[in-house]
């Protein structure tokens, strides 16, 4: 399924956009803390990591495959609460619940995927927002079970027997599980699959035609991408050590779908760059305070107005016509 | 027990006719663009909440009524023309974006220009509750109800006797054919966004009275007004109504009797069984997609 | 190469970007002056709350700081907008601790941002005064977290003990969908039982639901209801009351303390004549006894409130305003902003008077209120009226 360990014929491994990309991405994730100062800091990074898993996966289906996804929250609600109440109520050891819930959260996408990929444009885009709804409100309802609107707390994370706790730890394992799912959908992305999804993406009738099963690999990719949302999911309840309903609301989906778009579609490294900014960009606009709101709806507007495709492939554009 | 239907009746249709109102938004500026606004519930928060204001300047009712709907319709018009049109060629993801950050940015601004508490509007004709087949309802609601059968006949007149409205319903139905009889379609969709909201406007002021209004009513307004749209059949007119009287309906009847917790519920389950066996809607035209 | 290109420039995009962020995020560096830290949610859902507060704390600091501040210092306020985001206060908490690095910290509007914010002021032994309601936040007693609001618990006894006054004890619950709500529910369900109070009927609206008439008309259908509690927020308790009215319902409707406020009778109308609800003096500071103790102390947060904001005062700020002065008290006691002392110092509050009521603290009682802090109010011709207090 994923590609061979064949080097690319024209460019040596360190140039190739998969290796080389990625040894980039580690080589900032490595240095980052050289700036941080305080755990302040490394929260933010921790959160811009668990988003920009998030992304990935999600620019998997929207940049690559074209589809969309309104709802995508609710997989990251889904896999948070799974892992919670597995290892809080139930007395899971909680790596085991992390891979129960995202096992569970895989089989509903897989479940759901089938009839909802049939919908295309406007008509998918309404039932993944009515889906990712359904399950913000069941989650928020079932207050026995979930704490509901209050939320409830987190037992920490055990890997072999050590506790994960701590900012920096946790910076460390977040930053390897980015690594791992970028290594992923970018192996994804140049093999015979990812062809065909960006086959489909262009034309789903002449992909059809010319003999690829749309469906199959639609839903293929849709599992992979809530994957991705209920690992992140699980992993931000394990980190946050508490989670409330807000985690699957539809808000948070329209933040994610907007980190997709702003980094760059069809780009899993934009996506990790959209994830950044607008992780970052509320931080650094509490100076804003009430004016928050419109700066982001205004920037929405305009980064999809004059940069349809997005922040990075844009800039690479600019500087692929200026290297010429 | 038996007035418990006609009571569970009376909120729905109630209910029911802000929704069909906010649904006909939608399917006007669909069908001038195929484009799916995210911010016609907040056209409905535009309007409530201008006319709180002009309520408050000592304005009389009629007058702020109408210049609610106004000031809505502009903002409707200005969407369209720095928003929607600056990205003709734009995909429908790009679309939606753009639309769910106008939605954004309006809230946002509301939150500024008024403030974020919950404001209520005086009823057009008093608070008496009216008796009815054994339940009883607020003169409110049959403003509503009234409000919303006078606006289906003025459209249906609208789009069948004026040249703007026939060159809109052209539009609705092949934009190219329509182009190439001469039909402006940008002066189409740009009246599309400004009727859609002032259609939006008028669902605004008549609900106040009875749910209040606030900077963020759009958001769920919006939602369950797309669901009834989607459920009458995204586009056609008669089946906005549809969709939203039986949404409203189906809501209330579902409050009583099964579960009032998960009402919300109703609205968005019932869009995904329609979206997954016949997502047309109960009214909508067969789509065909052209390779 | 153009490959390459996009990915090198992406790095290069991300690694700007962040550098770029962490400059903009400039630490105050100043030593000398009190900082005292709060996350609040000034907007969405729970605005109703932050909003008041917010004001609250700025104006006051402003009058402190202009009186010479505390033990000679001033005060400086840091205060983050969480949005009622449990996530975002968790964040806010960490910055105001780590990067902020506040003396005290006086914040969390709800009980959701509040939680998320415990773990961290235990681990940095940073004391806490919540402005939230659940009574989750001090039960079990955590050492460093304290609260001014009196507990939704103390709402359901007060009504309760109300009703068994007036020999109401078949009652129909009404609840929202929202974390007060069903906090408050849950607490009333617990404890009707010790006032003789039977829990007949139990129902539930969403948060932004605009027509409760179908779940009235269940309340209205079930035989035995003597009247009706409405536990909640916001504005789905006005439009309970409204459908009440309309519906033509004549048993006795409560509400609950989350919407004491002049706002509510402004959004029901006449139709909130005659319910009664929990609240603190505050609200009725005006016509308050003169031998109140609690008359000074609100009718002056009532008149500056309004005089500056010109919009009524509420429930909320006054707890703010009691947060603030609780911390102030205690910087004073404790002579210092040492973590340890100043803990102490407000865990051995006694007697301090309030717009929540009078604060009398324990290692025991992080919130310091009894039942007398509440008033049982009625509303009648627009207005509030103090019900004449039964034995309890």
Known sequence: ?324 | MDSQWTQFLAGGLTAGSVYALVALGYSIIFNASRVINFAQGEFVMIGGMSAVSLVATGVPMPIAVAGAVVIASIVGLLLEKLAVERAPRADVVTLIIITIGASIFLRGLAQLVWDKAIHPLPPFSGDQPIAVLGATIVPQSLWVLGAMVVIVAALSWFFGRTLLGKAMLATSHNRLAAQLVGIDVAKVLFASFGLAAALGAIAGVLIAPITFTSYDVGVMLGLKGFAAAILGGLGSFAGAIVGGLVLGLLESLSAGYVSSAYKDVVAFLIMLVVLFFRPRGILGALQSVRV | MAVICKARVSMLVAAIAFSGAICAVVPASAQEPIRIGAFLSVTGPAAFLGDPEQKTLEMYIERINAAGGVTGRKLQLVVYDDGGDADKARTFTKRLLEQDKVDIIVGGSTTGTTMAAVPLVEQAQVPLVSLAGAVVIVEPTKKWVFKTPHTDRMACEKIFADMRGRKLTKVALISGAGGFDKSMRGECLKVAGKYGVDIVADESYGAADTDMTAQLTKIKGTPSVQAVLNCGFGQGPAIVTKNYKQLGLTTPLYQSHGVASKEFIKLAGDAAEGVRLPAAALLVADILPESDAQKPVVVAYKRDYEAKYKSDVSTFGGHAYDGLMLAVDAIKRAGGTDKAKLRDALESTRGYIGTAGVVNMSSADHMGLDLTAFRMLEVRNGGWVLVKETAM
Request: aromatic fraction near 10%; glycine fraction near 12%.
């Open chain 1, 1 to 324: 399924m994923f590609a061979s360990r064949r080097q690319d014929a024209t460019n040596p491994w360190w140039a190739s956009s998969r290796t080389g990309g990625i040894a980039l991405l580690a080589l900032v994730i490595a240095l980052a803390p050289l700036a941080i100062s305080n755990n302040y800091f490394y929260d933010v990074a921790i959160i811009v990591g668990l988003n920009a898993i998030v992304c990935v996966g999600l620019n998997l289906l929207i940049g690559y495959a074209g589809q969309i996804s309104l709802g995508h929250a609710g997989f990251v609600g889904l896999g948070a609460y799974g892992s919670a109440l597995l290892a809080s109520r139930y007395g899971w050891p909680p790596l085991a619940a992390l891979v129960a819930a995202t096992a569970g959260v895989a089989l509903l996408a897989f479940v759901v995927g089938r009839p909802i990929l049939r919908l295309h444009g406007h008509y998918l885009a309404m039932a993944t927002l009515g889906l990712g709804i359904i399950v913000s409100i069941v989650i928020s309802t079932e207050d026995g079970l979930t704490g509901g609107p209050d939320g409830m707390p987190v037992p920490p994370l055990a890997l072999f027997g050590l506790v994960v706790q701590g900012e920096r730890t946790w910076y460390w394992v977040v930053g390897g599980c980015l690594l791992l799912a970028v290594w992923l959908a970018q192996n994804l992305i140049e093999s015979p699959i990812g062809r065909a999804l960006r086959a489909l993406h262009t034309s789903e009738i002449a992909a059809e035609v010319a003999g690829i099963d749309s469906a199959r690999h639609k839903l293929m990719v849709f599992v992979v991408s809530a994957v991705f949302a209920a690992v992140a999911g699980g992993l931000t309840a394990f980190y946050a050590g508490f989670i409330t309903p807000a985690k699957a609301s539809f808000l948070h989906s329209i933040e994610l779908v907007t980190m997709v778009v702003f980094g760059g579609m069809a780009s899993t490294f934009g996506a990790v760059v959209g994830a950044a900014i607008l992780t970052v960009l509320p931080q650094v606009l509490t100076l804003l305070k009430d004016y928050e709101m419109v700066v982001f709806g205004a920037l929405m507007m305009f980064t999809m107005i004059f940069l349809p495709l997005g922040v990075v492939p844009t800039l690479a554009g600019y500087w692929r016509r200026g290297a010429r």
